[in-house]
Nanobody, 124 residues
Framework: QVQLVESGGGLVQAGGSLGLSCAASGRTFSNTAMGWFRQAPGKEREFVATINWNGANTNYADFVKGRFTISRDNAKNTLYLQMNSLKAEDTAVYYC?????????????????WGQGTQVTVSS
């Protein structure tokens, strides 16, 4: 089992920055690939970014490339998402997720554990 707790969400103006954290406990974090997803009101949950077990491999959805950065600190069992140049359309609940494999994953079905989510609201 893996327990995930997100933090860092809030309200920010368009063009601003926000950093999210995801604290993990349970299963060995350093062997686990992680991801960030988001869900806007009335929309399906969608992939944002993923990182492999040691941080050497990262991938992003096209709509966040160049603006968001995923990273991890295995010593602290923590996953991060730095979000810059935020847009109103980035408004959503952001979820961190963990998968049993150590390689990156892009779809919801590839992930086994989920946090409760943190709200990010970008005002235009």
């Amino acid at each position: 089992q893996v327990q995930l707790v997100e933090s860092g969400g809030g309200l920010v103006q368009a063009g601003g920055s926000l950093g999210l954290s995801c604290a993990a406990s349970g299963r060995t974090f350093s062997n686990t690939a992680m991801g960030w997803f988001r869900q806007a009101p009335g929309k399906e949950r969608e992939f944002v970014a993923t990182i492999n077990w040691n941080g050497a491999n990262t991938n992003y959805a096209d709509f966040v490339k160049g603006r968001f950065t995923i990273s991890r600190d295995n010593a602290k069992n923590t996953l991060y998402l730095q979000m810059n140049s935020l847009k109103a359309e980035d408004t959503a609940v952001y979820y961190c997720a963990a998968r049993r494999g150590d390689t990156v994953g892009f779809s919801i079905r590839e992930y086994d554990y989920w946090g409760q989510g943190t709200q990010v609201t970008v005002s235009s």
